[in-house]
């Protein structure tokens, strides 16, 4: 794979924004903005930071999790947004999405949804495109990507959005509001991606030790929502990293909900793993 190096420099091949940028293609759409929440007053009775940081285990008590996500990449005044729907299992650290590329700017489609199974340390994916056969998977080792697959895939693993709030600092709770019918909390700080990548569970912690030495910024900005029971229903990381001098702007979204629902994962046959090079 010909793969292009952001973020601090070091010896492991760089594949983050050349997955992502092939998953993309020149594909350009606009995004609109989000508006900011002006900080409300504490929590009674509630450690901000500390509600953050539990997010993950709480998931992980939960066991399972629809989930949608959003992945918005913006360089040269243009946007493209990514979008993902499927579930997750919180214990296994597993999950299958269907990642769908944005249309074309003259407005086609055209692009087959790309599926994606996620398992600790591995990404699967089919209907990648770029010379690979349409019956064969490409498998992709994430501890060696420089982002962790936080964004390569086109879709944040939900797991490694859980397990980067580990890394919460300076949270501030902003107040309740209403999420799909749910009452939530929400929180703003910055998730150290050292920090998480030390406290992450033992199935996620290699992926983030990699997003912590590749990233060209330590700190991660992030929108947290937790519900009543704690359990992680929305959250907005923003990445940046520079390619060739230019900085590209990142931000992923992950929405979770039906939790308890059935998630089943079935890797493909190494039969099945295509062993060609990948066109970029």
Known sequence: ???????????????????????????????????????GDPKPGVDPALAVRNAADVLTKAGT????????????????????????????????L???????????????????LLTPGTLHMKNRGAGVPADKWVRVDTT???????????????GAAAELLRGALKVTYLGEIELAGVKVSHYRGVADLARAARAASPQLRGALTAAAKGFATDTVPFDAYLDGEGRLRKVRHQFSFSNQGRTVAVASTTLLY???????????????????KIKV
Do not use: W
């Open 98 to 116: 269907q990642v769908v590329l944005p249309k074309d700017p003259a407005g086609t489609g055209g692009h087959q949804p790309i599926t994606e």
């Open 1 to 39: 794979m010909v793969a292009q190096r952001y973020g601090r420099p070091h010896g492991r091949a760089s594949g983050a924004l050349a997955v992502t940028a092939l998953l993309v293609g020149s594909l350009l759409t606009t995004a609109g903005a989000t508006g900011c929440a002006a900080p």
């Open 144 to 158: 060696t990507l420089d982002d962790g697959n936080l964004v390569t895939g086109g879709a944040t693993d939900p």
């Open 65 to 96: 999790a629809k989930a949608s996500t959003s992945l918005e990449m913006a360089t040269g005044g243009t946007r493209v947004t990514i979008r993902g729907e499927g579930g997750y299992d919180f214990r296994r650290r597993t999950g299958r």
């Open 258 to 276: 039906g939790f308890g629902v059935r998630v089943e994962v079935t890797l493909p046959d190494r039969r099945d793993i295509y062993a060609g």
